[in-house]
């Protein structure tokens, strides 16, 4: 992300992040108060930013967040791997050879070890708009008991509500920015706004803040272990609600042939959630934007997939394979009963009355 930083560059980006940003400061919270951060009609820069290349024009040390060596520290104890036990009630590989993250596929002392020296920042995108605010708290409470912890780490919370963020207690390292986005009328504008305010966000600055990026939904909780085991270039989570089909003919794509989302019957890998997601920021950036772009092009021709954004990343995640795919345990629901193979709910989202919480009553 760092592909066009020359000294001027980033004085010239960190001169404007400083007045930008210069809104009122508090202990532990920057609060963002420019309610022009995301005027109606800001254009989209034309191109994509470059992609860096693996060993770019970048030195080592800016490069070391990345996952390439994965070198572990010396005399570090841990349980022996086997080659012959592990679990055997769950499918640990995609068929493109990405891992498929369970409980019992990692060591979280061998895998910390070696992403910790990485020192990656990450960024968890979150929008709390209208009455989901009243989600906020427990989201950052339980991530800040359960979520990268000892990781540098920044949520951005994008809200119409600013005064309702909370304030919470977090270590070293770990901090709140809040954006304020507009109201919506309808929560459909709400899920597919998140793609456009976060491809602008991402470009004005979080590109300057974080090396990886979460895009999560904030009705959940935080109830296990969420750590470097769900880093990747590109990590995406099974739906609950399908993962144990052998066929794809309930998968909820989007099979209008008119939606940019289309996926055809005999297609498809997995059905992958939207509400938990994550990757390398440029790889996230490119994502986002597709989405986002893709739904213009749908609203344009009268459709919106039938997922919104989540019908437009599985159409992403099926032509370009997640790096790692993430259990069901990675986003669990406290509507549904915990089955064997699922031996720890890390995150759940929470039971809500769709019809009082969303502007616009819902399913
Ligand atoms: C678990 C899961 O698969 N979740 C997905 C699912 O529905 P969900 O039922 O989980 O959607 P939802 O109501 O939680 O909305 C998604 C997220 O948008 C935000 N929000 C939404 C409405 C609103 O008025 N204010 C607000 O802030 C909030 O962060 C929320 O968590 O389908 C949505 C699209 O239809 C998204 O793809 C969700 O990620
Ligand atoms: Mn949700």
């Known amino acids: 992300m760092l592909c066009f930083a020359s000294k001027y560059h980033l004085t010239v980006c960190v001169a404007f992040l400083l007045i930008f940003l210069g809104g009122v400061y508090f202990s532990e919270v920057d609060r963002i108060r420019f309610k022009s951060f995301f005027p109606e009609n800001r254009d989209l820069p034309k191109d994509l930013p470059r992609i860096c290349p693996e060993n770019g024009d970048k030195n080592e040390d800016q490069n070391s967040w990345r996952i390439t060596e994965l070198i572990m520290e010396k005399g570090l ?190 297609e498809g890998d997995y059905y992958y959630s939207a509400a938990v997601w994550g990757g390398y920021l440029e790889d996230m950036y490119k994502l986002v934007r597709y989405c986002y772009e893709q739904s213009e092009i749908d609203s344009k021709n009268n459709i919106e997939a039938v997922w919104q954004e989540e019908s437009h990343l599985n159409k992403y995640l099926l032509h370009n394979k997640p790096t790692k795919v993430l259990s069901p345990e990675y986003l669990w629901s406290d509507y549904d009963r915990k089955p064997e193979d699922i031996k720890v709910v890390r995150i759940s989202q929470l039971v809500k009355n769709y019809a009082e919480v969303r502007p616009n009553g819902g399913h």
């Not at 899920?191 to 491809?199: D, E, F, H, N, S």
Request: zero cysteines; a positive charge; charged letters at 25%.
């Open 77 to 266: 104890k841990y349980t022996k791997p086997s080659v012959m036990k592990g679990r055997m009630d769950v499918n640990p590989v995609t068929n493109w050879n990405a891992p498929l993250v369970w409980e019992g596929t990692f060591d979280p002392v061998v895998i910390d070890s070696i992403y910790k020296r990485m020192d990656p920042r990450i960024a968890v995108i979150v929008f709390a708009v209208g009455k989901y605010t009243r989600f906020l708290k427990g989201f950052l409470e339980s991530g800040e008991k359960h979520f990268m912890v000892d990781f540098k780490l920044t949520y951005y919370i994008f809200t119409d509500h600013v005064d309702e963020v909370p304030k919470i207690d977090q270590a070293m390292g770990r901090k709140i920015t809040i954006l304020p986005v507009p109201s919506a009328t309808r929560w459909q504008d709400v899920v597919l706004g998140r793609m456009k305010y976060a491809t602008i966000a991402i470009d004005q600055q979080i590109r300057n803040q974080s090396d990886y990026i979460f895009m999560m939904d904030i009705d959940s909780l935080f109830h296990g272990r969420v750590g470097a085991e769900s880093l990747s270039r590109m990590s995406a989570v099974l739906h609950r609600g399908y993962y144990k089909d052998e066929t794809r003919k309930k998968f909820p794509y989007e099979r209008r042939p008119q939606s940019q989302a289309y996926i055809p019957m005999d």
